[in-house]
């Protein structure tokens, strides 16, 4: 058989150029994820708390890294009794509304938060002396909310912050008033109002061994009533340079032996001087401020963004490492600007706990939280 010379073709050096740019442009497209919900999408939805004007879409910024970098919304006020329930017959609906359409707009879950907390209460709930009326409002509040968002929102975090650092229960106007089953009762309250949505139990230091046992005592209660509990939030407010990682681990470890999801559900790594011994985020404790509770009003020195990166990279190392166990980690807010730490528990403060700066850039923690999701297992 005669094969037919094939006549030389030459093409013009300018074409290979575009040509070995394009494929080079393609390589580097296709080297890894480009956001946190891409790299993480095979190990736990990645959330972030959003504020009123991000809701609203009002800050450009925001408007693009949100759909871009979350597959999980938490909102930071907007559920919350002194907005959503400010008197005693009246409901304002109207932000979780622009919240749930949000979510819908961009395919993404709304974590509920929250219904029952003894913080940020509206003023009338704070002046009822009378158990019968604060039952009444206890149940009409439960039922009214999570029944309106019912198939609307992935969760609820039914009752926030219930215990004491030692275990025991807090010593709120619920306790008082109520009795100690009043955890029972908000749980069991959502599960008739909801029955479409998930209900957790969230709280803060709840890595730690006595308060840990605590709550471990208060889920193994409501499940032995027959209620039904989903899931447990671990906050995670923790500060540089002193995570509790082993108290991290035995922690997702003991809850995930409940049969019950584990979370992360408002992360943040403060970087300033804590004024108290005590590890705490209670939002009702206050202090003085001096310069030396705010040594960075300017910017942070690279030997702290070291170890701010280096404690993100481990926690998250933990999380992949723990991603059959771990549901969900959610960021307690989107940049530094925004995070409630530049204000608490020393007002005026500036704070570096996020992964995106005031200026909504990347630091170099997001893309060592990525690399920990790209390396091979």
């Not at 908000?186 to 605590?214: C, M, S, V, W």
């Not at 939002?283 to 942070?300: G, H, I, S, T, W």
């Not at 992964?355 to 790209?374: E, G, H, Q, S, W």
Request: charged content about 25%; hydrophobic content about 40%.
């Amino acid at each position: 058989m005669k094969y037919k010379r094939m006549s030389r073709i030459i093409i013009p050096s300018n074409i290979i150029l575009v040509v070995l740019l394009f494929s080079c442009s393609v390589a580097k497209k296709n080297t890894g994820p480009l956001s946190l919900k891409e790299a993480y999408k095979n190990s736990f939805m990645i959330g972030t708390a959003v504020n009123a004007v991000q809701i609203e879409e009002k800050e450009p910024n925001a408007a693009k890294i949100i759909p871009q970098e979350f597959n999980a919304l938490t909102p930071e006020n907007s559920m919350k009794c002194e907005i959503i329930h400010p008197y005693w017959d009246t409901y304002h609906f109207e932000l979780a509304d622009k919240l749930i359409a949000y979510g819908n707009k961009n395919n993404i879950p709304i974590m509920g938060h929250t219904l029952i907390w003894h913080s940020q209460l509206s003023q009338f709930v704070k002046n009822i002396k009378n158990a019968d009326s604060l039952k009444l409002f206890f149940e009409n509040h439960i039922s009214t909310i999570a029944a309106r968002y019912d198939g609307k929102i992935y969760s609820w975090d039914v009752v926030n912050e219930a215990l004491n650092e030692d275990g025991s229960m807090r010593n709120s106007t619920f306790l008082e008033k109520l009795g100690p089953d009043y955890v029972i009762e908000a749980f069991k309250i959502a599960q008739k109002a909801a029955p479409k949505t998930e209900l957790y139990y969230n709280d803060y230091n709840i890595e730690q061994p006595k308060k840990r046992a605590g709550a471990i005592a208060l889920i193994k209660k409501i499940q032995a009533a027959g209620v039904r509990i989903d899931g447990v939030g671990i906050q995670g407010h923790w500060k540089v340079n002193n995570v509790p990682f082993k108290e991290i681990e035995e922690s997702i470890i003991a809850f995930s032996k409940l049969g019950i999801k584990v979370m992360f559900t408002e992360l943040d790594l403060t970087v300033l001087p804590n004024p108290w011994e005590v590890n705490t985020a209670d939002v009702n404790m206050k202090a003085e401020n001096n310069a030396y509770f705010n040594p960075y009003p300017k910017e942070l020195p690279d030997s702290v963004q070291q170890m701010f990166s280096k404690d993100y990279t481990e926690l998250f190392k933990l999380f992949q490492k723990h991603h059959k166990e771990v549901f969900r980690v959610t960021l307690w807010g989107l940049n530094d600007q925004q995070s409630w730490l530049n204000n608490w528990p020393i007002y005026g403060r500036t704070n570096y706990p996020l992964l995106f700066d005031r200026d909504f850039k990347p630091k170099n923690a997001y893309f060592k939280v990525i690399d920990i999701a790209t390396q091979k297992k």
